[in-house]
């Protein structure tokens, strides 16, 4: 097992939204505040900081994960998306565009992780259930919608990707 000195910065080099990054952190140092504070992508939120709200999540090695329960040092290598990484060319994705859509945003705050969960979701299930979109989103806390326009938002963007073929 690798030992880290405690008291010092480590290299941490990371792939991210299909990048090569390259940072330093403690090696307590959580992957939310790596990606904010060290790499500059604000677009992941911190809000309870214990992996419940769902806000910092992100993809690591093509799965979603809350940011704040892991940390930096043990992404060593891996390959992260974060919210930044969903725009392609300029233009929304797919998913965003069903957001704007269904005005799935209300204060903003928590969306970025719910897109990222979604996305990682809709990957691994294309005709999803409004069943199975809602028990998806129960692992994020949304305080401001009644999360309505985001399960709508979510099951019309598996229809615009199944159309669209992809």
């Known amino acids: 097992m690798l030992r880290l000195k405690s008291d010092a910065r480590h290299p941490v080099t990371l792939e991210v939204n299909g990048q090569p990054r390259i940072g330093q952190a403690e090696p307590r140092r959580l992957l939310s505040d790596f ?3 060290e790499l500059g992508l604000y677009g992941t939120h911190v809000g309870c900081e214990h992996g419940v709200c769902g806000a910092c999540t992100v993809i690591v090695d093509g799965r979603a994960v809350r940011s704040c329960t892991q940390f930096a040092v043990e992404c060593d290598g891996a390959a992260v998306r974060t919210v ?12 965003q565009q069903a957001f704007r859509q269904h005005h799935a945003v209300q204060c903003g705050f928590c969306t970025a992780g719910i897109l990222m969960s979604a996305t990682d979701f809709l990957g691994r299930h294309p005709n999803p259930s409004e069943v199975e979109v809602r028990d998806m989103l129960s692992g994020h806390i949304c305080r401001c919608t009644g999360y309505y326009p985001i399960v709508a ?14």
């Open 35 to 37: 990606l904010r504070h």
């Open 84 to 95: 930044e990484g969903l725009v392609g060319q300029g233009e929304l994705d797919i998913l």
């Open 153 to 166: 938002a979510i099951l019309e963007a598996a229809r615009a990707i199944r159309d669209a073929g992809g």
